[in-house]
Every structure is written in C-alpha cells, then in structure tokens.
C-alpha cells in the first residue's frame, strides 16, 4: 500500500482523488500495490467522499513518514512555494500542475530536490493532459530543440474558435464562453495571454535547458483583437491563433513570446479548434511533432498528476535529471526575431509599400490590409511609425 | 566516456551514428559525459567515415565489456533476433527500431531483459521520432486506454493524399511515391497494409497491457481501393485513410486490425496528409490526444533510437515495468466491432435498404453509395451478401 498526499480540493484536487479510486486497477497493475489518498489539506471542510481524509493542518502531511508523495494543487505562489519547498526538505516528491509555481521558481525547486534525492514533477502544469513536457525532455533529448510554439490556452481558442466560424465579435464569443463555463467569471490571465505566458515559460525552460524570466517575455492576449482582421485573414486562408512561441535564434540565443499570429491553413495547429490545445516542437534531427488534446478540465490534468506520481514511486531513487540551469544569460528580445507581419492600415497601398517595399495586398477596402517580407519586430515597429496602423500581427511561417 | 555499438548500416544505423556525431554536446548535457559509438556490424565492409569502427563478428560487440547499450537496426526476425538475444544474456541494453521483430517477439525479448536487470526499448519501432510508446506507457498510465487508432504508415497516406488532391489513380500514385523515394521498389508490406499492421500490434500489446498474435490481426491495405470510393467520400465531407485501430470492447475483450477508413473532416487525424503519420489515444481520464509528425526517416527515426539509447543509460539500473503480460486471453475478431459502415453498391435504395434498413444515400449514380447505421462487421458482412457489393469500409465515429 503506497500513501500519497493532495494539498488543495479544487477541479484537480478532487480530480485526483476521483482517478486514484476510478482508475484504481490500472494503477495497482503498474505498480505492483495498491495507490492510496490518505490525507486531503483544506482550508474549509466539505461534505463528500473524502470527508474523514481532510485536515487543515499541513503539519499532518509534512510530518507523516508515511505519505511518499504529495500533489500540490493550491495554485499561486504563496502556501504553495512554502508547502512544496517544506515538502521536500521532508524528503517527499513533489508533483504539481501550478503554472505560475512552475514559471517562477521550478528551477530553485528542482535543485531542492535533487539535493534532497526525491522529485518534482509537473508535466499537467501545461497542455492538462496532453503529454509533452515528458516527450520534449526524454523522448526528444538526442535532439537540439529550435523552436517550441502552442495553442496553449483553451479559453482564448474557444472564443478565436467562434469568432472565425460565426463571425462573432469578441464580447459576444467571451460571453459564450463564460456561459458554458470554459471561461472564469474575471477572465483576465487568459484572455491577456499571462496563462498561455506561464506555459511558454516553462516550455522554453525544458527546451532550452535556461531559467527564462517571466518578466522579460512579453504577453499579448486577444482582447484587442478585431473580428475585421479574423475575417480579412481567414478570406487570405490564414486562421488568427494565440501562440506561446519559443524560438532559438540564429545567433544563439533565445526569445520567447506571446501574440496572436496568422498561421497558414496548412498548418495542422491551424485547425486545432475550439478548447484543444497543441504544441508543435521542432527538433534538428525529429523535425516538427505536434501534441494535440484537451489542455484543461478535472481528469485530464488529474491524470497527468497521477501519472507524475507513478513515476515518482517507479524511478527510485529519482528521474534522471531534466537539464534546467539557473543560468538567464543569452535571452533576447523578441522584437529581434524576424517574420512576415500583418498590417491593417489607415492609408493606401502606396503608404504600404513606401514603409515595406514589397508587400502583398490581402484586402483595400477604405484600409488597405498587406503582408510584409519578413522583417524584424523592431523594424516593423519602426516602419509603422509613418503609418496609421490599425491593426498588426506576426505571421507564423511554413 | 560511454561507449555503444549498432548493429546493422541501413538508413536507421547510418542516421543513429549521424545523430551521435552532430548532437554531441546536446546528448553529453544530458548524460553529464560523452556518448561514442565504438563498434559497428555489419554484413560487407564499406567506406565512409566509420570505416574503421566496422566489424562483421558479432562477438566484438557480444564479448566487448565496455559496450553498454547496443542500438539493433538490422531489420526482420532472423540475425536480429538471435543477435538482440544474446546481447541482453550478455547484460547489455538494448535498442530498436524494428517493428517487426518487437510485434512477433517483444513480450519475450522484455522477459528476458527484466532476468538480466537490462533494459529492452523500441520507441522508434512506431511513429518514427514521434514519441508515442512511451507517453502511452508512462505519461498516461493513470488511465484506462480503451482506444488507439492511426495513420501508421507514410506511404500509404502520400498514396492516398495525391488520390484525394489531385483525383490521381492508384496505381499512379504509387509509382509517383516510389519515384520521390516514399515507397520500396517492391512496396507489398507498405500498401497491403502489413507494416501498418506491426505497428498496431505493438500499440495494443502497451495499451491493453497484453499479447496481440500479428496472425490474429486481419490486415487489409489499399491497393484494392477505388479512386471513385474516395471521391464519393470526400463530397460527402469524409476522408479516406489506412488506419490501424485496437479497441476495448464493451465486454471487456480487445480487438485490433488494419482498414481503410471514411474518416469526418472534423476529425484532425482526417487532415493528416502526405507522409505523416498521427496516432490518437483515448484514455478514460484524458480523452483523445494526438501524436504527429513524420513517422519514417533517416534522422527522425534514429533520434527516437539515441533517445532511447539516453534512457537505458539514465534510468539506472532499469526502467519501470511497461506492463505487457504475455497472455492472449480475451482478444475478439473485429467483425464484433459495431460501426458504420459505407457501401457502394450495383444496385439501387430499395436494395440498399432491404439490406440494411435505415441508411443515408451519399450518391446515386447507375450504382449507389451508402451509409449504414452502426452494425458489426458480421451483421455488415451477413446483409452484403444479399447485394452486389462494389465497396465496402468502416466509417470513423466522431
């Protein structure tokens, strides 16, 4: 009988516990003995099944020698940085699906535990249940990874979803999705791009094998997305997405972001729709593999915590190491990255061309909307200051 | 230092030494020392750049104790099976990309591997460098699988891709695949659906957790397919494509085969084109996630082996139990299997009708095409036999 520990019963706390009995088969036949919660940490009691398993006192799971690993589903930085850091120093492995934990001090964390011998693990921190942190780190490690970008967020797919399908203005599409619950009552971090930010973080990080900081990479989200350019975008056969997008640079370094993009319809993460996510990773030698399901939701991120855990108890004493250094150096800004970009200007065709040179024209229509050649972030920055620009975007090549 | 051999040059061997050579630093990061290739075996001697790491006696790799991990990719059942054998007496892990060999004798040759304290890997003997073996194995091993199914081969899907694009006939197609290199001179296991059948076999054997017999696996490929069915199916808003499938049957039993499917073009696995492959896996706590990229390939196939080749040497002294029992209790015919099925026929409604009852016309053209309600391939079979049957292949559900 192996004992683990859930800190937190919200949507994956309690999806924890409804895969440990659900599942309760499958998991005793991989690991050879029965899998059991036996200590749930709460703020305020509920009814329920797990009723007599809950205690408010953290001390209970600290000091029980018992409980191997602990799944940490708080959220936030605050108990949860003090209780996981406590938890390891206790010698228990440690798995999560706190994004924001993850973004901000994985790397501090993973060094704690490598000192203290045990784990921790964190793959349901992004993609829910899609496995790819695990994939990106051990299936792909003979590869050098040059570029990781993703559909990393649910929400804002739902709404880019009904805003090209029904030609939905912005509003109405985030009303939709609040109403059938895929949106937070206080949208905020989704629909700013600080969720899909967080994701990108951490991808980066495992990609990379360098702390990225969160502070220097920039997050745009599709509040101030116009449903005129969806519209001008998709007649041109390109979907408007939200992409995480990491990217080694041809000089060494590297960059991160987060934006909307134009992406060709032949592209497969074009068509990933409504709350799916998926990540494509490019490696020199595997070339682009993509991992594509449900980001979010109570089982699918609860399964991926539980996978987390058998694979704490399995790899004794600990999984190889994932290669995360301290080390911030070589970060650059992603205005240095080169792209074609999408303009949607005040002005004529003439106007374009005298900033651009060569542009192609995807609709004149009282504004005139164009493609660049690819240019850097900061020299369409700086061209677009002799233009009333409307709108502008990155567009994701190939 | 870390020293392994291959055995075997092909294009996997050849790629599985360039990978070692041109990611060198990336591989010894993650190792924390260097990985050489020492020994390399081979039938006839030829020039090039590891001329002198050549053998053609199997016992320099055998008898050799510094050769820690030995990469297999001489292909088939024969010398590959004998030399794998030995090479896990003799205590060394083992790596592979050979479908064949692990679909007929995988159970076996892990047995073996678990007595000798080794490991016996094969992530590249399905999907090429898409991982998929070990995310279903490790990432998802807190849920139930009850389903896999996949474009497992490229060149049947470039076939198909060209039919469905540009209208081109079979046998057209197949031999524009076999000048752009996409398929063998003698393209029999690739387009009778026999390499795609392997690669279903070895996914059930990991998703059900036992023994699939290849024998009991009807295989059906494409070179029967009619250009007119495709066409037929795409108006209708279908694609078709080869898939391997492996299904948990609501009885409890398991079932696994190869068939042209009509798959909905909502469907992401429909928008799977040219030589890629996908595999979705459908997981009671997950649902359906999707693997993509390209599935065959000098590069990303030995990425997948070096991968592989890191694991065996990190995972110390051994990886977790994959779970693959050698008992073959409980697998069912698939013409248990209930699905839709289409059907063109020499014949008109009434006929169609008679057969079937309720049944949704997709054209009447001097034949007619057909959807059938859900039925099992017995009951499809049963009912054909009172019709001309032109066509017949199961619809994909959702």
């Keep these: 009988m192996i004992q683990i520990a859930i800190m937190g019963l919200g949507t994956v706390g309690t999806g924890v516990a409804k895969v440990v009995a659900e599942n309760r088969r499958q998991i005793e036949r991989k690991l050879g003995e029965p899998l059991e919660v036996k200590t749930i940490l709460v703020r305020r009691f509920k009814d329920g099944p797990c009723r007599q398993l809950m205690t408010d006192n953290f001390e209970k799971i600290e000091k029980d020698g018992d409980i191997r690993v602990v799944?940490?589903?708080?959220?936030?930085?605050?108990?949860?940085?003090?209780?996981?850091?406590?938890?390891?120093?206790?010698?228990?492995?440690?798995?999560?699906?706190?994004?924001?934990?993850?973004?901000?001090?994985?790397?501090?964390?993973?060094?704690?535990?490598?000192?203290?011998n045990v784990n921790y693990l964190f793959e349901a921190s992004v993609g829910g249940g899609i496995p790819i942190l695990h994939p990106l780190t051990q299936c792909m490690a003979a590869n050098r990874i040059d570029e990781v970008y993703g559909i990393l967020n649910g929400t804002t797919n739902y709404i880019l979803t009904r805003m090209v399908r029904t030609g939905a203005f912005f509003s109405d599409a985030l009303r939709e999705a609040q109403a059938k619950g895929y949106a937070e009552a206080d949208p905020t971090a989704d629909v700013q791009g600080i969720d899909a930010g967080r994701k990108i973080c951490i991808l980066a990080d495992l990609a990379f094998g360098q702390q990225i900081d969160p502070d220097a990479v920039p997050m745009e989200g599709i509040a101030k997305l116009s449903l005129r350019d969806v519209k001008i975008a998709k007649r041109a056969g390109y979907r408007v997405k939200l992409l995480g997008r990491?990217?080694?640079?041809?000089?060494?370094?590297?960059?991160?972001?987060?934006?909307?993009?134009?992406?060709?319809?032949?592209?497969?993460?074009?068509?990933?729709?409504?709350?799916?996510?998926?990540?494509m990773v490019r490696g020199n030698a595997t070339g682009e593999v993509m991992f594509y399901g449900r980001g979010a939701g109570e089982l699918p991120?609860?399964?991926?915590?539980?996978?987390?855990?058998?694979?704490?108890?399995?790899?004794?004493?600990?999984?190889?190491?994932?290669?995360?250094?301290?080390?911030?150096?070589?970060?650059?800004?992603?205005?240095?990255?080169?792209?074609?970009?999408?303009?949607?200007?005040?002005?004529?065709?003439?106007?374009?061309?005298?900033?651009?040179?060569?542009?192609?024209?995807?609709?004149?229509?009282?504004?005139?909307?164009?493609?660049?050649e690819p240019v850097s972030g900061l020299d369409a920055e700086r061209q677009s200051r002799l233009l009333n620009v409307l709108a502008c975007m990155r567009v994701l090549e190939g």
């Excluded at 120093?89 to 964390?109: D, I």
């Excluded at 590297?254 to 998926?278: C, G, K, M, Q, S």
């Design 301 to 372: 991120t609860a399964s991926a915590c539980v996978a987390d855990v058998m694979e704490c108890l399995q790899a004794s004493p600990r999984r190889e190491e994932i290669g995360w250094s301290p080390e911030t150096g070589g970060f650059e800004d992603p205005l240095e990255l080169k792209t074609r970009h999408y303009f949607r200007i005040e002005g004529s065709l003439t106007d374009a061309a005298m900033a651009f040179g060569q542009v192609e024209v995807l609709s004149e229509d009282g504004e005139t909307a164009f493609l660049t």
């Design 71 to 116: 799944v940490e589903t708080i959220g936030g930085v605050g108990a949860a940085y003090e209780y996981t850091r406590r938890c390891l120093e206790a010698g228990k492995h440690v798995v999560t699906a706190n994004k924001q934990l993850v973004a901000e001090h994985g790397c501090e964390l993973l060094e704690l535990a490598r000192r203290k």
């Design 246 to 279: 990491a990217v080694r640079l041809p000089g060494g370094g590297r960059t991160a972001y987060v934006a909307p993009h134009l992406i060709p319809e032949e592209n497969p993460i074009a068509n990933v729709e409504d709350v799916f996510n998926a990540v």
